[in-house]
């Protein structure tokens, strides 16, 4: 571990925050909209910088920040990055001004609520991707609940967004409780194995806990407890049905927020199988078939969808599907590509998600039956969804195929039936998709209000632009991302395979 | 000479960038971007072709060295992959022989799509198309060949989707590219298994290890590929694809499917002699269904009444003949015939819609009488051996289907036991609104415990143990203690009102100070 000379990673969990607060505190709703969105341009500024002090050749975390917080039981405010967690901080703030951007005209009522909720959300998902002590982290984790909660109730696009918003709530609140006693468990096993009483040698730093051996009955229980309480956000069947219901009755740029920010399959990469390694290895086939089947399941459901969004929702709970069989494998390609596809969610499935949100914000509608010919009146619009989609079934030349061909190539390499899986689900992945890009964007136009609908405009346009580029520089030079996570990869890898009966 | 190779690609993928990148911000519209365009893709491909030539030259004189790289493209552990170019034998013969096909297909276009709605998107396709054929052809490494492969398939499922307000169109294309979506995971498998067992992914280190790996291992990797490059080809039993995909404009199909990317699948199989000479079982593979394929595609083509369809037929006929000169060890034979059949293809199919000026007039050459007699040949043979609706009912619908059941099974079973929260429309929100519904309801089976609602198996857990414990409330707090409480507390209040009264008493105040006095006495 690192420390920081400068606390650049507390800033990056805190402005956003004081962001949230100034824009709550004007009364001019533009001039709000304003500082809200300069306080998400000056976050990304502060993450761009974090990567770029941060030095990919070192293992452990860096850029470590660490003060006492409740010295009675030990729990610390320790933050820190490393190889694995780096990139998800610029690519989330990205996100957060994507959003808001998206955003800017479709939200009619309580605008000022609304933006000071989104910086609220990236300080929490900040905070989630750096916290290294675990109560800090259940802070964090469940801090994303409350700004969710409302951003989904109250602007949701359907007429269940309440159900919906108390749906997506009651799910989280449910695994956390899975969370808190993993916690609690690690924690007191501390205590024991050093011989030390109950307040004062509780311990939940990560590193000192990583450090800490485990015995094997606890490790299988403390094991499934966090693969409980991460996989209903990931989400992996059958804990998925929250997320479609999210993305049908919630606002588009949160629903990409949703499908964008991997929080739950994150956890399982940072804490489930590096505190639990034997347990890990040993229930290993559990994770990999759970994949497997969501990864099917998924696809095939996806192939039934009419409406884009249930499409994208679906297609997003087969795609983590294929993460979990990429992180199951315990192949140093597997991790790679896993790391890489998750940081092309926050790209590419939520691109997709808000070009959804723009067809809604134009018609009202993004079934199936109500579109049809898109692709004539909407050229600007249907390039960009098509690229979008081309990247999500990972075709060569976008960030998609890479990250796709490591993951196969690492469940072929420590299962063929895995691998074969996969490679299914890259068949209907190509299905699915185009199927539906065939019934939307291409036939002769039926409905008179899609011959009505403008293009996109130049905001839409310049949002879309970035992600865009990004996915094309990251398919044609994906040595960039690799080697920003490749050492932390193999510690973690390292970590497993030692432990590995 | 080796750094040429590196251009060949590059230049049509340069002009592809600048066309869409003008396509997408509305420039370059009317005649004089029309010109522009055509101008840009016939240059570059035009710098292409004389490259592949000028390199084709210095292999024939001996000046190559055999492979270029220009660095590593990804790596992760052991699997890495750079972006090398072979520069030497048959790789440099094909990649100018496809250089000056689609040269000679692009200027065609020129001409042929004037004024046409979708000349931007054409050349864009086609540049596009260029660079990933070339890559293909010239890439030292079978990721990189995998990468023009996988382009060069998505230019065919647009340039097949040319005309996308019609819905045929449309479907074929999304069928044709699902069809090879399926030979692509052969592909990717067969890099997968090369990876692992061989523990490299160049064509030259694999074909040279290709005798250390085991027969079965060989097989299984022979058979992967094996498996894409029949998809490719439009080999049994995925032949009916090409079929399909003759919807495009007759340039893109003359250059798709009659010149260059229907041989790939045969390239695939010349670039990997070695493996295949090492699996009897894969070659015996390439006889059957390369000889199948002939077979079939020659009595289908007899019933063919238009031109493009009698192509389309003899041109996965004449693959069937190479792949099965493959499968018989005749490697040279079938490099030729490629070469020969790339060519001879690319003028018919360019000549296809003139043809009828050529022909009219003359008498159509009957077949034999043997086959005339035959009638369910006939019938088989219009009906192109019902394959297409064979593999509906083998292979789309059973996944439709099942996409049904578990949407289904979804929305009606994991969801429920998931649970939902109870919907706000249906709950009630004020008590005005409990009254009116106990009153609307009789009293008697109005039960006020049905309040809560849960749904799913935490929901229902809860709903019942809150169940459980409102009984117990009711029952036995309520009214089994409740109005004993009640009871207790007055008779209890009179004795602490009578204990007052009493100590209020004089006398007994002074006893009780005395008894206090006593007691701190004693102490």
């Known amino acids: 571990m690192s420390e920081a000379n400068f606390p650049i990673l507390s800033i990056i969990i805190l402005l956003p925050l004081l962001g949230g607060v100034v824009t709550g505190i004007v009364r001019d709703t533009n001039t709000a909209k304003k500082i809200a969105l300069s306080f998400a341009c000056f976050e990304l500024l502060l993450t761009v910088i974090a990567v770029k002090l941060f030095d990919p050749s070192i293992a452990g975390f860096q850029l470590t920040e660490k003060l006492s917080w409740i010295s009675l039981l030990n729990v610390e405010y320790l933050v820190g990055v490393d190889g694995i967690s780096i990139l998800f901080l610029p690519l989330s703030a990205l996100l957060t001004i994507i959003a ?102 509780l311990a939940f730093s990560l590193p000192i806990l990583l450090e800490t051996p485990l015995p094997h009955d606890l490790q299988t229980l403390v094991f499934l407890l966090l693969l409980f309480g991460f996989a209903v956000k990931a989400p992996l069947v059958p804990f998925h049905t929250w997320l479609p219901t999210a993305a049908m009755e919630g606002p588009a740029h949160i629903a990409a927020l949703l499908t964008g920010l991997k929080l739950g399959v994150y956890g399982i990469l940072r804490f489930a199988l590096p505190l639990a390694p034997v347990a890990a290895v040993e229930f290993s086939w559990i994770l990999s078939v759970f994949g497997a089947v969501t990864l099917i399941y998924g696809g095939l459901i996806a192939l039934q969808q009419t409406n884009l969004r249930g499409l994208l929702a679906y297609a997003s709970v087969s795609h983590v599907g294929m993460v979990m069989v990429a992180i199951a494998s315990l192949s140093m390609q597997g991790i790679q590509g896993a790391i890489f596809q998750l940081l092309n969610f926050a790209l590419i499935a939520s691109s997709l998600m808000l070009i959804s949100g723009f067809i809604h914000h134009r018609l009202g509608s993004t079934e199936a039956i109500h579109l049809g010919g898109m692709a004539s009146v909407m050229p600007r619009l249907a390039f960009f969804y098509f690229l979008f989609a081309l990247a999500s079934f990972g075709v060569p030349g976008t960030s998609g195929f890479p990250a796709e061909l490591l993951m196969i190539i690492g469940a072929l390499t420590s299962h063929a039936g895995l691998g074969a899986a996969a490679l299914a689900g890259a068949i209907l992945g190509a299905a699915y998709m185009l199927s539906f890009t065939r019934r939307a964007f291409f036939g002769p136009v039926i409905h008179t209000a899609v011959n009505n609908m403008h293009d996109l405009q130049t905001r839409e346009l310049a949002l879309l632009f970035a992600p865009a580029l990004l996915i094309l520089i990251f398919g044609f030079f994906p040595d960039t991302i690799l080697n920003i996570n490749k050492v932390a990869s193999e510690a973690w890898l390292l970590r497993l395979t030692t432990y590995a009966p | 000479m080796d750094f040429l190779a590196v251009f060949i690609p590059l230049f049509p993928l340069l002009a592809a960038l600048f066309i869409g990148i003008g396509h997408l911000f509305d420039r370059m519209s009317g005649d004089a971007g029309e010109r522009i365009i055509s101008n840009i893709a016939v240059l570059a491909i035009s710098f292409s072709c004389f490259i592949a030539l000028i390199l084709l030259g210095a292999d024939l004189l001996g000046m190559n060295s055999g492979s270029f790289s220009i660095g590593q493209w990804l790596g992760s552990d052991t699997f890495k992959i750079e972006v090398t170019f072979i520069t030497t034998g048959y790789n440099t013969v094909l ?429």
């Open chain 1, 100 to 201: 808001m951007l998206s955003s800017w005209n479709s939200v009619t009522h309580s605008t000022r609520f609304h933006f000071a909720l989104l910086l609220a959300l990236q300080s929490a998902t900040a905070g989630v991707f750096t916290a290294l002590d675990m109560v800090l982290f259940f802070l964090y984790w469940e801090l994303t609940l409350p700004p969710f909660f409302f951003l989904i109730g109250l602007w949701g696009i359907g007429s269940q967004r309440r159900g919906a918003a108390m749906k997506y709530t009651l799910f989280m609140l449910a695994g956390g409780v899975a969370l808190l006693l993993a916690i609690i468990i690690l924690s007191a096993n501390h205590a024991i194995q050093i011989d030390g009483r109950i307040p004062q040698d």
């Open chain 2, 95 to 523: 990649s100018a022989l496809f250089s000056v096909l689609l040269l000679i297909v692009i200027r065609f276009s020129v001409n042929y799509m004037h004024r046409e709605t979708g000349f931007r998107r054409f050349f864009f396709n086609l540049s596009l198309f260029a660079s990933a054929m070339l890559l293909l052809v010239s890439s030292g490494n079978i990721v990189t060949t995998f990468i023009g492969w996988e382009i060069a398939g998505l230019c065919s499922y647009l340039l097949i989707s040319y005309a996308y307000d019609r819905p045929i169109a449309t479907i074929n294309a999304t069928r044709v590219f699902v069809t090879n979506r399926i030979g692509d995971a052969g592909f990717i498998l067969g890099i997968g298994l090369s990876y692992f067992y061989a523990g490299t992914i160049n064509w030259d280190a694999l074909n040279a290890l290709a005798g250390e790996l085991t027969i079965p291992t060989a097989t299984v990797i022979a058979l992967c590929f094996a498996t894409a490059a029949f998809a490719k080809s439009a080999q049994l039993p995925f032949t009916p694809w090409l079929a399909r995909a003759m919807e495009g404009p007759t340039p893109s199909s003359a250059v798709f499917y009659g010149a260059v990317m229907i041989h790939a699948g045969m390239f695939l199989i010349i670039m990997l002699q070695p493996i295949f000479e090492r699996a009897p079982l894969a070659m015996d593979a390439l006889v059957i269904v390369g000889f199948a394929t002939a077979v079939y595609s020659f009595t289908v083509g007899l019933t063919q009444t238009d031109v493009k369809s009698s192509y389309c037929f003899a041109i996965s006929g004449q693959l069937g003949l190479m792949f099965l000169e493959c499968g018989l060890g005749y490697w040279e034979l079938a490099a030729y015939h490629l070469c020969a059949h790339a060519i001879i293809r690319c003028y018919q199919v360019l000549t296809a819609p003139s043809l009828m000026h050529n022909v009219v007039g003359n008498p159509i050459k009957t077949v034999s009488r043997d086959i005339i007699n035959l009638r369910w040949l006939y019938i088989a043979s219009i009906q192109r051996f019902w394959l297409d609706p064979i593999a509906d009912r083998t292979l789309v619908r059973p996944i439709q289907g099942l996409g049904q059941d578990l949407s289904h099974f979804d929305i009606y079973v994991i969801d429920r036991l998931m649970g939902t929260p109870a919907s706000p429309s249906r709950a009630i929100s004020s008590l005005a609104q409990l009254e009116q519904k106990i009153l609307s309801t009789s009293q008697s089976d109005f039960n006020i415990n049905q309040f809560g609602h849960g749904s799913g198996i935490a929901g229902k857990f809860f709903e019942w143990t809150a169940k459980i414990l409102g009984w117990f409330e009711e029952r036995l707090v309520l009214q089994g203690i409740g109005m004993d409480i009640i009871d207790i507390g007055n008779k209890l209040g009179h004795a602490a009102n009578t204990f007052e009264r009493l100590l209020l008493k004089p006398r007994y105040l002074v006893l009780f100070v005395f008894i206090v006095l006593l007691i701190a006495a004693t102490r």
